[in-house]
T-cell receptor, first 113, second 111 residues
């Protein structure tokens, strides 16, 4: 099992550019989520999904879009990058009724200039 | 006020010391209490979780929950340099609810 994979590992964007962060899991988990992690602020939930075709907003959804067309994949789209979106992004997955046990990807470091 | 408060540290202790990491919370509905460990430039990984009150032990690690004080702790005995990491607490009211995270405490174990 590869677990949760994320690409790219690191990305530099200019203000206004768009990009997609990829996330995939091979554990057949129903629940997938995206977090951002900033110094001193812990993990903040951006968007989450409880199954294919179902997504919902988390704590900080503005400026981000998601879709879930398959159980395995959960891409995060930045529509028009801003310097405030400079952060480390983590994708996580779990079984729907065992969210205390979340499996995280290695993260994507994003720098917006 | 945040729902979950955690001192960001850093906390620096000598090798072999007993380490105590703590979180306080305000929501009395929380029933699941988790500790995740995050090494530098890696994703968090679940270390331990406790349901409701009491203690749970796993090797050198002990998780403790005091619901009356809304306070949870993680103790590390015989700390090793390999324990150097950021420790995040997380909580939820139910196993199918969102997790609420603390800010994380950076722990440094000096050889």
């Amino acid at each position: 099992n590869a677990g949760v994979t994320q690409t790219p590992k690191f990305q530099v964007l200019k203000t206004g550019q768009s990009m997609t962060l990829q996330c995939a899991q091979d554990m057949n988990h129903e629940y997938m989520s995206w977090y951002r992690q900033d110094p001193g602020m812990g993990l903040r939930l951006i968007h989450y999904s409880v199954g294919a075709g179902i997504t919902d907003q988390g704590e900080v959804p503005n400026g981000y879009n998601v879709s879930r067309s398959t159980t395995e994949d959960f891409p995060l789209r930045l529509l028009s990058a801003a310097p405030s979106q400079t952060s480390v992004y983590f994708c996580a997955s779990s079984y729907l009724d065992k969210r205390e046990t979340q499996y995280f990807g290695p993260g994507t470091r994003l720098l917006v200039l | 006020q945040k729902e979950v408060e955690q001192d960001p540290g850093p906390l620096s202790v000598p090798e072999g010391a007993i380490v105590s990491l703590n979180c306080t919370y305000s929501n009395s509905a929380f029933q699941y209490f988790m500790w995740y460990r995050q090494y530098s430039r890696k994703g968090p990984e679940l270390l331990m979780y406790t349901y409701s009150s009491g203690n749970k032990e796993d090797g050198r690690f002990t998780a403790q929950v005091d619901k009356s004080s809304k306070y949870i702790s993680l103790f590390i005995r015989d700390s090793q340099p390999s324990d150097s990491a950021t420790y995040l607490c997380a909580m939820s009211a139910n196993s199918n609810y969102q997790l609420i995270w603390g800010a994380g405490t950076k722990l440094i174990i000096k050889p």
